[in-house]
């Protein structure tokens, strides 16, 4: 963004066309920070909970004070593992490795593993390709095919959508697949609306048709692929017949996907996010691709994979504070014990030492972790909580302190991407308000008052001046060859950058070729070691108790829990609501903006219903983000649970029943 500023406030947003995969600039969020950097509703200073509930704000002496008389009571009670570091996807930056270099001086911490938003479908990129790298995104003009699948792009990444729209002009075709007819369906030339979950069986009908017809790319698959035999086996049984059986989708229509894939080239599937929140996604990620293996779209442009681009995360673990894999050991100092897909089961679970107290940086984890019953549960078991934050979230409200956060424009910070290949300098441009701490100026004024070492405090946190922190970053860049300067450019293409990924033919997998059979994918995850489809756990059955399947995607005014509480966002999207098919509707007696409860044994909301012809039925659809406040927390109806690899949160394995309230 290029971001003007008057009298130390954000006037002005433009977009930066260097950036050759968002030219256009930033949707409504990016420019709603003109609002949000000043928002009168900012937390701006240490605020503390009363006996009454009620936050009142008190001195950062006070509250450093407090916080670190607690930290060592709980450390010398129980431990420093007693302590909980939970931190979300609020920011991503090189400074936030900040956090645990402190907890590490404090003698430890507990922390989470795992990861809300995508790890299926990384690691089941990573066992069939090796790395989770993918095309150039402007690469995308070049398909002849393009599938979204369980992808909305229009809302989610509506930079991609420039991308598609030069590729359709220039006669591609794009296949969406997605149990809701969203606003990327609306650019589709074939739309498959599928039973949700049932990715994997699609995948494999595809891939029956490819074998039986003959569009099997023989010497790719023979130099660069494993298992396409045992493969070949597997999907023998996926007929159009029976794969329209499993998915809910027509024959014919199976068939005209296949065809598709058999005359365009060269294809692209750039697979959304949504899907892989099952207990079987990981399996049908990998199904999905072995199609892009069999028919060599894979190293080429306009081919491949378009899932998740790790090249700009070239500085950290793709999550701070640990990779996805928790250590076959604890290293003892910070216990890796907790899964964020089951945050407040596992919280309540930790003995030895339990849980005393929690330090949330960065996250929300009240609304957005599965399971918000138990989550808020856990919370409340706990002695203490302290919450850094810009604004009072749901998970604020149950914090014992919160502090204020700093916001983008208050810190420099060197920022990757999940999608385009640009490492890019995020200045400090504003003078935060005057009692705005970073992050790290909280980290140090607890480190003094805990009597960490100051030279050990030094080591590990940068000093509080715009120039400590740039040296800071350029040490860590360096090992890079990339230097502050550069990025003061413009946005620098990452040091691993491809245009086109895999475009040498080798792949960093054990066999060094594509592995659609996967030795890893049992001995890591006890699962097939091929692509085989298994039902999801929670499976919605027509006559029980919980009919209905919900899915809860993103939507485009907000990212996640954030935005919502702005008036521009509030303009256009105000409150929660439920989608649902006119057919599941009249059958329950319930009409257009009636109010209905949405419920399963989980929990329940109770919300205005839409009627949507455009959703499949049997689906109703509720978007992710609300605030508990707002009435529309839909992780009420969650169950923490895993996914099938990677240790991501199975949100969509979920049925339930609606009723007129
Ligand atoms: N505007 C906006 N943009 C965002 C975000 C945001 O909150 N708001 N969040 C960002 C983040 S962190 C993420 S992870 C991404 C996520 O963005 P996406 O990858 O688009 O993921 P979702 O919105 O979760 O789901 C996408 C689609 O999957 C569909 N879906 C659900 N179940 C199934 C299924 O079983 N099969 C198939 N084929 N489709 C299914 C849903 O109906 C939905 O339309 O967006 C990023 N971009
Ligand atoms: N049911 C359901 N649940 C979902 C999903 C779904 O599809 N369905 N999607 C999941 C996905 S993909 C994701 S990524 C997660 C997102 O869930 P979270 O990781 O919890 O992210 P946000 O809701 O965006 O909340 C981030 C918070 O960080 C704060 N913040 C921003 N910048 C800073 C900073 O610099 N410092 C500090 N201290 N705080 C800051 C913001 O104010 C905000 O309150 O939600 C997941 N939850
Ligand atoms: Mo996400």
Redesign the pocket.
């Known amino acids: 963004m290029n971001v003007t500023v008057e009298n130390n406030r954000v006037v002005k947003i433009e977009g930066v066309p260097a950036n050759l995969a968002t030219p256009e600039g930033p949707c409504i969020k990016g420019l709603s920070y003109v609002e949000r950097a000043h928002s009168p509703e900012r937390v701006v200073r240490p605020m503390r909970r009363g006996p009454d509930g009620q936050f009142r704000p008190f001195a950062w002496g006070e509250a450093i004070e407090l916080i670190a008389s607690k930290l060592e009571d709980v450390r010398s009670r129980f431990g420093p593992q007693s302590v909980l570091y939970y931190t979300?996807?609020?920011?991503k930056g090189l400074l936030n490795s900040a956090g645990l270099a402190f907890w590490r001086l404090f003698g430890g911490c507990t922390t989470t593993y795992g990861?809300?938003?995508?790890p299926a479908g990384l690691e089941a990129t990573r066992l069939t390709l090796g790395d989770n790298s993918h095309n150039a995104p402007w690469d995308l003009a070049n398909a002849k095919l393009i599938v979204l699948w369980g992808k909305n792009s229009a809302e989610t990444n509506i930079h991609q959508m420039l991308h598609v729209d030069r590729a359709l002009e220039a006669g591609a075709k794009l296949v969406v697949v997605d149990p809701r007819r969203t606003e990327t369906a609306e650019r589709a030339d074939l739309l498959l609306q599928l039973r949700p979950g049932t990715d994997g069986a699609l995948a494999l009908g595809v891939g029956h048709l490819l074998v039986r017809d003959g569009y099997v790319d023989r010497p790719f698959v023979d130099a660069h692929v494993l298992g396409f035999d045992e493969y070949a086996r597997l999907v023998e049984e996926f007929t159009p017949e029976r794969t329209a059986g499993i998915t809910g989708l027509k024959a014919g229509q199976i068939e005209l996907f296949a065809s598709l894939f058999a005359a365009m080239t060269p294809a692209t599937i750039s697979p959304g996010?949504?899907m892989q929140?099952f207990t079987n996604s990981g399996q049908a990620m990998r199904a999905m691709l072995a199609l892009l293996a069999i028919t060599g779209n894979i190293g080429k442009p306009g081919a491949g994979w378009m899932y998740a681009n790790l090249q700009t995360q070239v500085f950290s673990h793709v999550k701070d504070p640990v990779d996805f894999y928790p250590p076959a050991t604890p290293d003892g100092v910070v216990r890796v014990s907790i899964s964020t897909a089951k945050l407040g089961r596992d919280m309540l679970a930790q003995s030895d030492p339990p849980l005393a107290f929690a330090w949330v940086?960065?996250?929300?984890?009240i609304?957005?972790?599965?399971d918000t019953r138990t989550v808020v549960e856990a919370f409340r078991r706990l002695e203490f909580r302290v919450v850094?934050?810009?604004?009072m979230?749901d998970?604020?409200r149950e914090a014992d302190v919160v502090l204020p956060?700093?916001?983008?424009f208050e810190q420099t910070d060197v920022i990757g991407a999940y999608w385009h290949p640009y490492l890019q300098i995020r200045p400090k441009i504003v003078e935060p308000p005057t009692e705005v701490k970073?992050?790290t100026e909280i980290y140090r004024a607890l480190g003094h008052r805990l009597g960490i070492d100051e030279g050990q405090l030094d080591a590990a946190l940068p000093g509080p001046s715009n120039e400590a922190i740039e040296s800071w970053l350029t040490a860590k860049l360096s090992k890079f060859g990339i230097t502050l300067d550069q990025l003061r450019q413009g946005p620098v293409l990452s040091p691993d950058f491809r245009e086109v990924a895999f475009d040498d033919l080798r792949f960093p997998t054990p066999s060094g070729k594509i592995e659609l059979r996967s030795d890893e994918a049992r001995a890591r995850w006890g699962l097939d070691e091929l692509p085989a489809f298994r039902e999801p756990d929670e499976r919605p059955e027509r006559g029980g108790r919980f009919p209905l399947h919900i899915l809860?995607?993103?939507t485009k005014n907000r990212?996640?829990?954030?935005f919502g509480n702005l008036e521009t966002i509030r303009r256009m999207a105000p409150a929660p609501f439920v989608a649902m098919h006119p057919a599941d509707a009249t059958a329950r007696g319930i009409a257009e903006g009636d109010r209905a409860r949405i419920w399963n044994e989980r929990g329940s909301l109770t919300l205005p219903v839409k009627l949507d012809y455009g959703l499949r039925p049997g689906c109703v659809a509720v978007t992710?983000?609300f605030w508990l406040t707002e009435g529309g927390a839909?992780?009420m109806l969650?169950a923490g649970r895993e996914t099938d690899m990677g240790y991501g949160?199975a949100?969509?394995d979920?049925a339930v029943e609606v009723s007129r309230a």
């Open positions: 979300g996807s609020g920011t990861d809300l938003c995508w996010f949504g929140r940086e960065r996250g929300n984890p609304p957005q972790n599965p850094v934050e810009e604004f979230t998970t604020a956060a700093k916001n983008l970073p992050e809860t995607p993103n990212i996640h829990s954030q992710n983000g839909v992780n969650s949160a949100f969509h979920n």
